[in-house]
């Protein structure tokens, strides 16, 4: 009965490399998230889609595509993985509501990545 | 920038003692005030969290008290237990359209229960 699941939850893998991660909700949410767990455990979002549209996009490499094939789920594809790419990569998702409304994110178990 | 500070970046308190742990944000525009805390391993998971209209918000041993003027806000946990012993993160949140919320969390702080 996982909520947010993610796959795989540890990726070791050489710089260059292509890889993905997967995402998927069973919670009913329109609104999905990725963010990044540097090694000081900083939490940073890099994406938000809502219903499958892209909303938010920081500042992140292009060498990173999410890509949502329906609202339950989100993917995050890596290009030439590099050296600093190695962190936890967590998938959210949350209701939407307009206006001030339950914002409350529920987090997957994370992926750690380790490129070498 | 950090818009979220959080303090301290490390707390260790005997079993049965108050923790207690601080952050201020800068960007108005913030909405809400959520704390999630983390185990080793785990995804964050709520714990609590508050609106600027509300200064106190209590569920248990744990408690929020938020200083709108100041910016402020803080996280206590009552009659603190090993279980406890965890990475706890502040954040706030704000709306960025389309039904999608921007969670911005502060750097965490490690807390140590000891019996």
């Known amino acids: 009965d996982t909520a947010v699941s993610q796959t795989p939850k540890y990726l070791v893998t050489q710089m260059g490399n292509d890889k993905s991660i997967k995402c998927e909700q069973n919670?009913?949410?329109?609104?999905m998230y990725w963010y990044k767990q540097d090694s000081k455990k900083f939490l940073k979002i890099m994406f938000s889609?809502?219903?499958?549209?892209?909303?938010i996009n920081e500042t992140v490499p292009n060498r990173f595509s999410p890509k949502s094939p329906d609202k339950a789920h989100l993917n995050l594809h890596i290009n030439s993985l590099e050296l600093g790419d190695s962190a936890v990569y967590f998938c959210?998702?949350?209701?939407?509501?307009?206006?001030?409304?339950?914002?409350?994110?529920?987090f997957g178990q994370g992926t750690r990545l380790t490129v070498v | 920038q950090q818009q979220v500070k959080q303090s301290p970046q490390s707390l260790i308190v005997q079993k049965g003692g108050i923790s207690i742990i601080n952050c201020a944000y800068e960007?108005?525009?913030?909405?809400?005030f959520p704390w999630y805390q983390q185990f080793p391993g785990k995804g964050p998971a709520l714990l609590i969290a508050?609106?600027?209209?509300?200064s106190e918000k209590k569920e248990g041993r744990f408690t929020i008290s938020f200083n709108k003027s100041a910016k402020q806000f803080s996280l206590h946990i009552m009659d603190s237990q090993p279980g406890d012993s965890a990475t706890y993160f502040c954040?706030?949140?704000?709306?960025?359209?389309?039904?999608?919320?921007?969670?911005?969390f502060g750097k965490g702080t490690k807390l140590s229960v000891i019996p």
């Open positions: 889609y809502n219903n499958k549209e892209l909303i």
């Open positions: 959210a998702s949350s209701p939407t509501s307009q206006g001030a409304g339950n914002t409350e994110a529920f």
């Open positions: 508050i609106r600027p209209d509300v």
């Open positions: 954040a706030a949140s704000r709306y960025s359209g389309a039904g999608s919320y921007q969670l911005t």
């Open positions: 919670l009913g949410h329109d609104t």
């Open positions: 960007n108005t525009a913030f909405d809400y």
